[in-house]
């Protein structure tokens, strides 16, 4: 089993952590993107900002998941209805979903008053996608909930991103598993190709192993945008500019194991190449302070998430956070 047990990050408040679990210095920010240019316009935030609470610059949860079953055996893994909850939990609490790629490119399309969260998964388990022989999810899979829960709460969408290895999905096989989840608007992001620890590899090893990853993607789902890397244990590379872009592979997020929520990515301080995620974990769970159930719960009683104003071509905030503010949104900003 590929995700075995890593050691948790210590706890670090809002502010980014440098490598996941692994040590060493951050890397230095990459090149931020462009401001969006403009999506097709949602409607605008209906009444008062302030009486619904805007504000683009709060924290956004990323979650992140890697095996689903009925009889846990790590920290890492949750059950069908562990999984099953946590979503109904997200979306009561008005949360929406978006893709990663959306995310760290500062695309963030989601109704006014509601909270982007981002789904991810490592390793490409069965658990997480397994189709039938009709090419529906088999029951019970992360891909079969999500769809469970977008019925049941119809403003909640259905995507993730899917951090995956070579030979994904096994069962499905990565040709049918990966083409079927770009078809369903799900993000395919990198993993490498074996789970490789890149903290271990020289620079030419963990581009490697990276690119491998990257066409190992490309080959089962070609035309496939692959945008998004998550760091197996949290360790990064040295030299850590390796993990954003080499040969063959250049990308505009890459992901921690993490421990907190991460910053906008409308913010100045916002770090694409070193974003933090919450491990999936119940209230009494292990390290649960750590996990998601205690970051949502503090995330609501601060009032410290992201709000939108259901306007993707503007970021709108207090005017006080101002400053926070990266210089490339300054064309879109709308205090208040």
Known sequence: MRHRLRPLCALTGAALLATGCSSGAPPAAAERPAAASPA???????????????????????????????KPTSVYDRTPADFRAELERLAREKYVPVTARDFQEGRIDTPAGTHPVVLTFD??????????????????????????????????????????????????????ALTW???????????????????????????G????????????????????????????????????????????????????????PYAGEFA???????????PKDEDAELGSARWLDRLAAQKSWYVSDGDPRTVAFPRAARDKLAPAFAGQARPY
Request: proline share 9%.
């Open 40 to 70: 097709a316009a949602s409607p605008a935030a209906a009444g008062n900002p302030a009486e619904l609470g805007v504000n683009e610059l709060g924290q956004v949860p990323v979650l992140m998941y890697h095996q689903l079953t009925e």
């Open 181 to 207: 989840l770009k078809k369903q608007g799900h993000e395919i992001g990198n993993h490498t190709d074996q789970h490789q620890n890149l903290r271990s590899l020289d620079a030419a090893g963990a581009a």
């Open 209 to 264: 192993a990276i690119a491998a990853g990257q066409r190992a993607i490309e080959k089962a789902a070609p035309g496939t945008p692959v945008t998004s890397l998550a760091l197996p244990f949290g360790a990064m590379p040295e030299p850590a500019g390796v993990a954003a872009q080499g040969k063959g592979y250049r990308y505009s997020g890459v992901y921690l194991v993490g421990s907190n929520p991460s910053l906008s």
């Open 272 to 282: 694409p190449t070193a974003i933090p995620r919450i491990r999936s974990a119940g």
């Open 123 to 176: 390793d490409s388990t069965n658990s997480q996608v397994r189709l039938g022989p009709d090419g529906a999810p088999a029951p019970d899979t992360a891909v079969a909930i999500l769809a469970e829960t977008a019925r049941k709460y119809p403003g909640f969408k259905p995507v993730a991103t899917f951090f995956v290895n070579a030979d994904a999905f096994s069962a499905t096989g990565p040709d049918k």
